[in-house]
């Protein structure tokens, strides 16, 4: 048997409650590469990065059922990782994300580039940040998270760097890898706590110099874009939900996605120094509104109210009596993927497929079920599971435990990370 095949198949809901998701194996297939990551992929710092090999690997299952592929989709397209390399394999990409940083840095690793003007707006840049570094600061009229977040040394610097782009920079293409560039940057600069997945403040850090920052990953992208090809492809990334979608039906061939997780932390909270600087908001916690599992959305929201599958139900009434507002923000989630999966459908082409990424979590001791949610609403909306099977997680620094300040650890005191993953396949009949 083919190891990329080497799953379980589910065609009913009976199968799928005889089936003890904790003892599916694990199908070393989707384990890791040997391949080395293209450059690119690493160009700026995104939590939860989705690992490139697997939509090699999920390109190389759709051979093996000989598929035919126009147009690849990921519905949370996150850093651009399914869109680069759905453009260097020459299929066509669409992307869907509500963060508008996520957007910035998909549309940076989807398009093609000249290096000599790379070069030359680089060198622009330089010059004109030296004129306007000897300019009044602004310090005093800035956004008050951002004083927060960064001394005035390091302000007002980002803020020269920032003021050249946007003066220099004049091409839209070249201007978004440029902020993209400078979003890069911000994280290093601050107080944020180094290595931290949580917004937190390490009041004793060295800030870095923005300015040793820039050119540190400007030769990093460069590296990154001598490395690449110019691929005759159509990148397109929406800076909106899935959700509010109402276009492209029939027309996606092979949906590859990882969804955030149900108590996975605020996309727009971890994002708020780039969201800020760039213009996005002058409030982060607005960027919340209508991500999906966000605790901003359960304005009005009561348990009950909405239909839920059999799965989302038992975890929801397992957490009332432990937690009723998480209760409530869990029930929030599985009601919103519920209907991110029947959107999925009117996206797919017949016989076209769907590859979700997904863990099982935990809270308060009840067991976040996930994958089997994702599977029973798949056989709901009339899709086949083809496959399903257990990864290890293998991109969590290579260490099982996680701090209170949210750093990784080695110390087995600390919380421990949940070490695998599930691969869910499923088609649409």
């Known amino acids: 048997m083919d190891l990329a095949l080497n799953g379980i198949k589910i065609l009913n809901k009976k199968q799928l409650n005889a089936i003890n998701f904790e003892e599916i194996p694990v199908n070393e297939y989707w384990n890791n590469d040997e391949k080395r990551e293209l450059l690119m992929h690493k160009i700026h710092i995104y939590p939860a990065k ?36 759905a453009r260097r394999h020459n299929i066509n990409f669409l992307g869907f994300d509500i963060n508008p940083i996520a957007a910035i840095i998909s549309r940076a690793k989807g398009n093609n580039y000249d290096i000599k003007i790379v070069e030359g707006y680089f060198n622009s840049v330089l010059e004109s940040y030296n004129c306007e570094i000897l300019k009044q600061s602004e310090y005093d ?16 610097k980002l803020y020269a760097i920032k003021n050249s782009i946007d003066k220099v920079v004049d091409n839209i ?5 440029f902020r993209c560039l400078f979003s890069s940057i911000l994280k290093p600069c601050s ?39 110019n691929y005759q492809t159509n990148v397109t990334i929406e800076n909106k939900s899935i959700l509010d979608n109402d276009g492209y039906n029939g027309e996606v061939d092979f949906i590859i996605t990882s969804p955030p997780y149900v108590t996975s932390y605020e996309y727009a909270d971890l994002h708020q120094l780039s969201s800020l600087w760039l213009g996005f908001t002058e409030d982060y916690t607005e960027l919340r509104k209508d991500s999906i599992g966000s605790l901003y959305n359960l304005t009005n929201f009561e348990i009950g109210a909405h239909s839920l599958n059999n799965t989302a139900n038992e975890v929801v009434s397992d957490l009332i009596n432990k937690n009723k507002p998480k209760a409530k923000s869990v029930a929030r989630y599985y009601k919103d993927m519920g209907l991110v999966i029947a959107r999925c459908k009117n996206l797919l082409k017949e016989k076209g497929r769907i590859l979700f990424v997904i863990g099982d979590t935990e809270y ?56 695998k993953e599930f691969i869910v396949i499923g088609r649409k009949k």
């Open 141 to 156: 009229q800035a956004n008050e998270r951002l004083k927060y977040w960064f001394f005035q040394e390091q302000y007002d």
């Open 191 to 229: 107080k944020w706590l180094s290595k931290s997945i949580k917004p937190q403040v390490d009041p004793n850090k060295k800030c870095a110099n923005p300015i040793d920052e820039l050119n540190k990953n400007y030769k990093r992208l460069l590296k990154s874009l001598q490395e690449l090809e």
């Open 50 to 85: 989705f690992p490139a090999f697997i939509a090699q690997k999920a390109f190389d299952y759709a051979k093996s059922k000989k598929m035919q592929l126009n147009l690849v989709c990921d519905i949370f397209c996150g850093c651009g990782t399914v869109a680069l390399e």
């Open 364 to 419: 308060k001791r009840v067991k976040m079920q996930n994958a089997k949610f994702i599977c029973e609403e798949l056989l709901d909306n009339g899709f086949i599971i083809e496959m399903v099977c257990r990864r290890n997680i293998s991109n969590k620094y290579l260490t099982p435990y996680r701090s209170e300040d949210g750093k990784f650890s080695n110390n087995k005191l600390d919380k421990q990370i949940y070490s």
């Open 173 to 177: 293409i070249y201007n978004n890898l």
